[in-house]
């Protein structure tokens, strides 16, 4: 089993930062990939970013260039440096892990709310 928290969400105006942080506690040993997805209201749960334990990474198109996700093992923390926020960044964000052995899908956060607006 694995447990993630998510902090570091708020209300930031545009063109502001934040960092998202997700602490992993449990079986942190068997983690992969660790990635942030976030869903908006009305609108299905979309991919961010996320990070292999190479340090491999990918993102949504959306945000290419103005976030970026980090790891760090020893820590079992991850974590989304958010720059040039917009407001269709506004979403509750979740933080994800897959283990090597554990659920299709992998294990949630419970969500931080990111609020980006003037």
């Known amino acids: 089993q694995v447990q993630l928290v998510e902090s570091g969400g708020g209300l930031v105006q545009p063109g502001g930062s934040l960092r998202l942080s997700c602490a992993a506690s449990?079986?942190?040993?068997?983690?992969?990939?660790m990635g942030w997805y976030r869903q908006a209201p009305g609108k299905e749960r979309e991919l961010v970013a996320k990070?292999?334990?190479?340090?491999?990474?990918n993102y949504a198109d959306s945000v290419r260039g103005r976030f970026t996700i980090s790891r760090d093992v020893a820590k079992s923390t991850a974590y989304l440096q958010m720059n040039s926020l917009k407001p269709e960044d506004t979403a509750v964000y979740y933080c994800?892990?897959?283990?090597?052995?554990?659920?299709?899908?992998?294990?949630w956060g419970q969500g931080t709310q990111v609020t980006v607006s003037s």
């Open positions: 994800n892990a897959v283990a090597l052995i554990g659920p299709k899908g992998g294990y």
């Open positions: 449990g079986s942190v040993f068997s983690i992969n990939t």
């Open positions: 990070i292999i334990r190479g340090g491999m990474s």
